[in-house]
């Protein structure tokens, strides 16, 4: 079967660590079932993975991918959990999903959304759910609090704007392009500012993925009290943590590894009752997967990277 493969590990052109191969498909062991992969999402975890950071060296090559929607040999639609051991994500020491078959435990399996087509349905398994448990599981806001989400055009960023819309919060966006800022705008932020600008007001909480480039703004945008819900760091992971705006303003910093398969399964079916459908920035054939590994390092998606492992 055809395969997007990390040969290696490259930090600086990650693309480079990255190959379209055949490759045997792997049949499930007890208790793992395979799935037809119709669409599998792209995230900033694979560009990760291809610099080096948390890979399972000793597997190379190994597949890669943590997200997809697809159906089993039995029939069934479905999407899949990517948490498949503690802080472990599918193609970290077992297959990944960007693939024409996957397996993946039958616990991980969730049905798919009946409305969403199978390449909406494959964004929810990571950015989706981390940010559906930033903002409802860990980040516990409540309806008519005010969020304010870093790096709006980002996969995360983008589920957390949509999600936060579809739970009645007030959202604030910030972003370094203006034409990003107001594509945020058109489907759900209330308020857009360049990266770093002085808010009006303090935020109830932040969403924070960008890490470096915005942490000094996060500290300094939240009220006393509030709470930063940290999952990433696509800028870079050690910023100067300034612990008094932190301890000074009483402000709680939570940190959210995706979320468990009951968050998936209500997520799903906040999709399947409402009208939220994940925003999608473009669809590759798997052959062409290298362009959109290349497109997340060059942060130029607005929404999420799909590849169609299947040609659909
Ligand atoms: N903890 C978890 O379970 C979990 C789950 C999913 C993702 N993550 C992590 O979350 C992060 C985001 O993932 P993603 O897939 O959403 O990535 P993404 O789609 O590439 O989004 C990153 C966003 O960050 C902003 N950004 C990047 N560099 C920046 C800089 N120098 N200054 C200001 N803003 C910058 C960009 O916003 P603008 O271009 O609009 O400014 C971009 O849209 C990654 O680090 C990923 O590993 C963690």
Same mark, same amino acid.
């Given at each position: 079967m055809l395969a997007a493969v990390v040969t290696g590990v490259d930090a600086a052109n990650p693309v480079n660590a990255l190959a379209v191969q055949d490759v045997p498909a792997h049949e499930p062991t007890p208790g793992w079932v395979a799935v037809n992969v119709k669409a599998a999402a792209f995230n900033y975890h694979d560009v990760w993975t291809l610099r080096g950071m948390g890979t399972h060296r000793a597997s190379l090559p190994a597949i890669l991918g943590t997200d997809a929607a697809g159906t089993t040999d039995d029939g069934r639609d479905v999407i899949l959990? *990517? #948490? #498949?051991g503690p802080g472990q994500l599918l193609s970290e020491g077992c297959p990944g999903t960007l693939a024409e078959r996957a397996v993946v435990p039958e616990a991980n399996l969730v049905p798919k959304p009946p409305n969403l087509s199978f390449v909406e349905a494959a964004c929810l398994p990571t950015a989706y759910l981390t940010a559906y448990n930033m903002l409802f599981g860990k980040g516990a806001l409540l309806p008519g609090e005010h969020v304010l989400i870093q790096g709006a055009g980002g996969g995360v960023a983008t589920a957390a704007i949509l999600l936060a819309a579809a739970g009645g919060l007030e959202i604030t966006v910030t972003s370094r392009s203006e034409g990003r800022r107001k594509r945020a705008l058109d489907f759900g932020a209330h308020h857009a500012v360049a990266t770093g600008e002085k808010l009006p007001t303090r935020v109830d909480a932040v969403v924070e993925t960008v890490g470096a480039a915005t942490w000094r703004h996060s500290l300094r945008s939240v009220r006393a009290g509030g709470r930063i819900i940290v999952a990433g760091g696509? !800028?870079?992971?050690?910023? !100067? *943590?300034?612990?008094p705006m932190l301890f000074l303003r009483d402000v709680d910093v939570r940190g959210v590894f995706m979320g468990d398969v009951t968050q998936l399964q209500r997520l799903a079916q906040m999709t399947a009752i409402g009208k939220l459908r994940p925003l999608i920035d473009a669809t590759y054939p798997l052959t062409a997967v290298r362009e959109a590994a290349q497109r997340m390092v060059d942060g130029t998606a607005f929404g999420k990277l799909v590849v169609l492992p299947n040609g659909e």
């Amino acid at each position: 079967m055809l395969a997007a493969v990390v040969t290696g590990v490259d930090a600086a052109n990650p693309v480079n660590a990255l190959a379209v191969q055949d490759v045997p498909a792997h049949e499930p062991t007890p208790g793992w079932v395979a799935v037809n992969v119709k669409a599998a999402a792209f995230n900033y975890h694979d560009v990760w993975t291809l610099r080096g950071m948390g890979t399972h060296r000793a597997s190379l090559p190994a597949i890669l991918g943590t997200d997809a929607a697809g159906t089993t040999d039995d029939g069934r639609d479905v999407i899949l959990h *990517a #948490v #498949v051991g503690p802080g472990q994500l599918l193609s970290e020491g077992c297959p990944g999903t960007l693939a024409e078959r996957a397996v993946v435990p039958e616990a991980n399996l969730v049905p798919k959304p009946p409305n969403l087509s199978f390449v909406e349905a494959a964004c929810l398994p990571t950015a989706y759910l981390t940010a559906y448990n930033m903002l409802f599981g860990k980040g516990a806001l409540l309806p008519g609090e005010h969020v304010l989400i870093q790096g709006a055009g980002g996969g995360v960023a983008t589920a957390a704007i949509l999600l936060a819309a579809a739970g009645g919060l007030e959202i604030t966006v910030t972003s370094r392009s203006e034409g990003r800022r107001k594509r945020a705008l058109d489907f759900g932020a209330h308020h857009a500012v360049a990266t770093g600008e002085k808010l009006p007001t303090r935020v109830d909480a932040v969403v924070e993925t960008v890490g470096a480039a915005t942490w000094r703004h996060s500290l300094r945008s939240v009220r006393a009290g509030g709470r930063i819900i940290v999952a990433g760091g696509t !800028s870079g992971f050690d910023p !100067s *943590a300034e612990l008094p705006m932190l301890f000074l303003r009483d402000v709680d910093v939570r940190g959210v590894f995706m979320g468990d398969v009951t968050q998936l399964q209500r997520l799903a079916q906040m999709t399947a009752i409402g009208k939220l459908r994940p925003l999608i920035d473009a669809t590759y054939p798997l052959t062409a997967v290298r362009e959109a590994a290349q497109r997340m390092v060059d942060g130029t998606a607005f929404g999420k990277l799909v590849v169609l492992p299947n040609g659909e």
